[in-house]
């Protein structure tokens, strides 16, 4: 895909070299018109869920859109969801199929089993939205570099032989981040969920949720209209609305 399709009213700032795309957002907010894409060649700094880093090899994808939606917390929280279906709809472009790809909840991309993307969400003082996103396009991390039981990264190159730059990546990103924005924004988060939950890693099948202190072992049952994992378990449906899953 080209810049031709690069979706009318967002923004586009790409630089060679950042700490990290989320901290160029913050740092960026308060002077941008519109939803803004913020790309980066290499990250000095870039970080990930609980505080962890984001391991980030030269030829990786990391970018972040900063906006400002309409609603409160809860709402914009939905957009881990827009972005993963977005992260989808772009691989499939930029690959030419959908084989082995699945959502993990909340915020990974999972390809041939293995860890492919993720996806972070802050908040800050401004009331802007920071979306970061990283993708493992050319490199996966050493394994070594990963938290014990967590799901193994892999690359696009090395799964699919597909040798896809930065650019070319957000090129595809951004017009199906908009697309589903635009959906959310006229429809809520009905279609949204059940095009997720069409997607979603091990669905039906038992899995482990942890919540801080807390662990819950049960089968995926859905996901609801809050965004919340709903597992049943021997004490009944649990919901847990943030947390971690393994597999």
């Known amino acids: 895909m080209s810049t031709n399709d690069w979706p009318a009213g967002y923004g586009r700032i790409i630089l060679p070299e950042v700490d990290s795309t989320l901290s160029e957002a913050t740092r960026q907010a308060p002077s941008l018109a519109g939803p803004t894409w913020i790309l980066a060649h290499r990250q000095t700094a870039g970080r990930a869920r609980r505080g962890r880093a984001w391991v980030d090899p030269v030829g990786n994808f990391a970018a972040t859109l900063v906006m400002r939606p309409d609603g409160g917390p809860a709402q914009a929280a939905l957009r881990s969801f827009i972005a993963a279906l977005a992260l989808y709809d772009a691989i499939v472009a930029v690959t030419g199929r959908a084989t082995g790809l699945a959502l993990k909840w909340p915020n990974d991309v999972l390809l041939n089993g293995g860890k492919l993307a993720g996806i972070l969400l802050e908040s800050n003082s401004t009331g802007a939205l920071s979306i970061g996103i990283g993708v493992n396009l050319l490199n996966a991390p050493d394994k070594a570099q990963v938290e014990e039981g967590a799901v193994p990264p892999v690359s696009l190159l090395s799964e699919t032989g597909a040798d896809v730059t930065p ?46 202190a807390n662990e819950y072992t049960g089968t995926f049952e859905t996901v609801d209209d809050s965004g919340a994992l709903i597992l049943r378990t021997n004490q009944g449906l649990q919901a847990i609305p943030a947390g971690e899953v393994h597999f």
Do not use: C, H, S
């Open 167 to 212: 650019e070319d990546f957000l090129n595809a990103l951004a017009p199906a981040f908009a697309r589903y924005e635009t959906q959310f924004n006229t429809y809520v988060f009905a279609p949204i969920r059940t095009a997720w939950l069409d997607r979603a890693a091990r669905l039906g099948q038992v899995i482990t949720a942890r919540t801080g």
